[in-house]
């Protein structure tokens, strides 16, 4: 399908002529996104390649908005179902908000008061998004089942633990996997299940938390989605803020149902241990298999997960559970793997304070003039903003002379990014220069960093030298 389509979505839903289409990065999906903007209106339009898919989506969001749940209202979709238009919630994502957490373990009062406020709002989709839903449309099945736990079981199996050499008796393996089983089909309520419930999917929007990319929801037990969102393994949230999430969210979930909380956490442990061996599964099989260092490096922390979860047996398992305490024994998961993947450094700054030293010896990448650009920085009303700030987005959006600059530095990052990864280099530095180092450079480098980290599998760190901010994507 030609972007053609979204254009005539774009001018048939806002009367204006579309004046940019810029095409965002994605997380492995096939869809295709985009950013249009015509005038003062930006709408974001997206290709699809599954009419399923699609149809659960735009009649997912339909069915939420209506219930007051916080996701972005479909406006457009074209006869075939194919191609459709959204509101545009922005970029700030919750995940973004949370690097300085996860690179030093231990997360302050602001990004805690947005995870809270995020995990409150979990039970109003879980219950309020279930209320008249068709669960037929739901894509590609319409609920939790039998099926799936034993694909996700059999993830682990031969994508981990196979792949471990770790030796096991298959059959009372298989025993076990069926106990296991019947325990966490046990719930039947009509619930909402997002799936894929964590902080890639949450945008702030006016600080409010928004869901997206909830098309592979479905009918399902609530503990699933509490699981994935507080025991994500990379996320490395302490015990007490652990604790403090399952306070928030069972505040919240008390206004939809009688909450037994000492029911409540045994059912939530079980869906823990059963989200780490699935997630176990999916690092084996991209580590292993696909030869992507990046989740080899990530077992350690969901092998963290388990030792904890360990401290008190599975007793109604247990094989399972020895074969499990063996594994979190095994010498080569005890230290973090080294992450040998490419580290690309970006840096915005202001060339009247001079140009950034590449401090890794490694010497060589790109430097970047953005003085070419028109500078929003001469004007009395941006001075007080930086690159991060929406007045000045939407100004150099709308001047529309930075996309064709970027346009250039992707071909020619892109490049050398896949050269370096292919002759195992381990770091390349990228900076942006402007005036001040508050403006032109600062977008340049959020955009290029962005772009790097959805594309490739290498790490990415930002720099604002002039705003004193740092961030690891």
Known sequence: MTEDILQQLFESYSGRKLSERTELPTSGSHRRYFRLTGGNISIIGV?????????AFITLSRHFKEKGINVPTVL???EDGMAYIQEDLGDKMLFDQLSQGRESGRYNSYETNLLCRTIEKLPKLQFKGAEGLDWSICYPQREFDARMVDFDLNYFKYCFLKATGL???????QDDFELFKADLLKDDTDTFLYRDFQARNVILKDGEPYFIDYQGGRRGPIYYDVASFIWQARSRFPEELKQELIRSYLRALRSYTEVDEEQFYARLRLFVLFRTLQVLGAYGYRGYFEKKPHFLASVPYALDNLRSLLKTPFSDYPYLNGILTKLTNMPQFYEITEDRRLEVRICS???????????TGNGGGYVFDCRSINNPGKYEHYRQFNGNDPEVIKFLEDDGEVFVFLESVYKLVDAHVERFIERKFT????????TGGQHR???CAEHLARHLASKYDIKVKLTHRELDIEKTL
């Open 47 to 55: 290709l699809g390649t599954d009419f399923d898919e699609n149809n």
């Open 76 to 78: 457009a979709v074209s």
């Open 167 to 173: 030796e096991f008796n298959e059959m009372q393996l």
């Open 349 to 359: 700054f202001a060339y009247k304070k001079g140009v950034p030293a590449d401090n």
């Open 427 to 434: 770091h390349l530095q990228v900076c942006f220069g402007c």
């Open 441 to 443: 450079s600062v977008f």
